[in-house]
C-alpha cells in the first residue's frame, strides 16, 4: 500500500512552519499514542504513520528532500516503523519520552535538568551555476555571526570570577510546582534554565559570552545539487551564550538561469535550430552539453519539434550518483532575409516540388476539399 504524503498526515500546508508542524504532531501523537489506546491496532498504526511523518518533516535536510523527491528521496532516513516497534528516533516507548521529547517539560517527563543555551542556527544563500552545480565545487564564505568572548572564554563572567548557582532553582534550572494532583516542572524564570548567574558580566561581551565577527569558512558542495537544497555545516552556526553549543550553518542553494538549458531533475533540456536543407537532406550537428558539444545525426525528412535524447548528458543526480540525459528539441530556422538568388532558387523549389512530397500536407488538403463538397452538397 503506497504512502500518505506526509503533509496530510499532519493536516498541515507544504509551506507549514515548524511550530505548527510540532503542534500537529502533539496533538496527533496524544490521541493515537499507545499507552493511551492499549490492544488498538488501528491507533497504533495511526501512532506510527504520524511518528514517521514528523520525523521527516521536522527535519530541515530530510524536509527538503521529501519536498523535492517525495518519499523515495528519505526512505534510506527512515529508521523503520514495522510491527516488532518503533524504531525512529522520534518513536517514543512510553508517554513519558513523548511527553519529555516533544511536548517540553510542562509535564515533568523526562529527565529535566539545566537546559544549554545552545546558539542558533544559520542560513546563507549560495547562487551557482548548473555547470558548477553539475560537478561540484569549494567555495569560500564570509559568515557574519557570534563566536565565544576571547576575554571571558564564553563564561560570560569577568575574569577571575565564576557564575554562583540560581538561588530560586538551586542549580537545576526547573522550579517545580504543585497542580492539584500533579508535580509540574517549569523552566526557572530567574535563570532561564540555566541553573547559574552571573553577578560580575564581562564587560567585553556585557555576559553574554558572545562578540558578533566575520568567519571565513571553506565549503564543499556536492555534485548534483538542486535549487532549493540545503547543505549542511555542523556546530558552523551561533555559539550559544555563556558558553551554550553552536548551532548550525545551513548553506542554501539558488541555481542561476541558464541561457541555454532547462534542468528538470537530473534531465536537461533544450531547443536548437537546424536549417530546412538539413531538416530535409539530412545532416550531422553539433548538439550542445554541459561540458563541451556532441555529435548528433538529423535523418532526412526531420520534422519540427523532433526530440533527440542523449543518454548520460544531463546532471548529476546526487542520489544516485550518476547523471541524467540530454533532450534536444529541433526546430527548423526559416530564413528572415534572402538574396534575390536565394530567393530565385526557392521559387524554383516551390514550382517544381508538388503535394506528394508533402504527404501531410496533400493529405490536410484532401480533408478540406471532402469539407467543401459536403458544405456544397448541403446547400
Known sequence: MSKRDYYEVLGVERGAEKNDIKRAYRKLAMKFHPDKNPNDEK????????????????????????????????????????SGG??????????????????????????????????ADLRYNLSISLEEADIGKEVELEIPRHEHCDTCSGSGARPGTNPIPCSTCGGHGQVQMQQGFFAVRRTCPSCNGMGKKIESPCISCGGTGRKKVKKNLKVKIPAGVYDGAQ????????????????????????????????????????????????????????????????KIRIPAGTESGRVFRLRGHGVMDVRVRQ?????????????????????????AFAKETGDEVYPERSSFLDKVKDLWDDLAGDK
Do not use: W
Open 43 to 82: 491507533a497504533a498504526e495511526n501512532f506510527r504513520e504520524v511518528t514517521e511523518a514528523y520525523e521527516i518533516l521536522s527535519d530541515d535536510d530530510k524536509r527538503v528532500r521529501y519536498d523535492q523527491y517525495g518519499h523515495a528521496g528519505v526512505n534510506d532516513q527512515m529508521g523503520g516503523f514495522g
Open 86 to 119: 518503533f524504531q525512529g528516533s522520534h518513536a517514543y516507548r512510553d508517554f513519558g519520552d513523548l511527553f519529555g521529547n516533544v511536548f517540553g517539560d510542562a509535564f515533568g517527563f523526562g529527565g529535566g535538568g539545566q537546559q544549554s543555551n545552545q546558539g
Open 231 to 294: 547543505v549542511r555545516v555542523s556546530g558552523e552556526g551561533e555559539v550559544g551564550e555563556q558558553g551554550g553549543a553552536s548551532g548550525d550553518l545551513f548553506i542554501v542553494i539558488r541555481l542561476k538561469e541558464h541561457s541555454i538549458f532547462e534542468r528538470d531533475g537530473a534531465d536537461l533540456h533544450c531547443e536548437m535550430p537546424i536549417t530546412f536543407p538539413q531538416a530535409t537532406l539530412g545532416a550531422e550537428v553539433d548538439a550542445p552539453t554541459l561540458t563541451g558539444k556532441v
Open 323 to 347: 547523471k541524467g540525459d540530454l533532450f534536444v528539441r529541433v526546430q527548423i530556422a526559416v530564413p528572415k532575409k534572402l538574396t534575390t538568388k536565394q530567393e530565385d532558387l526557392l521559387k
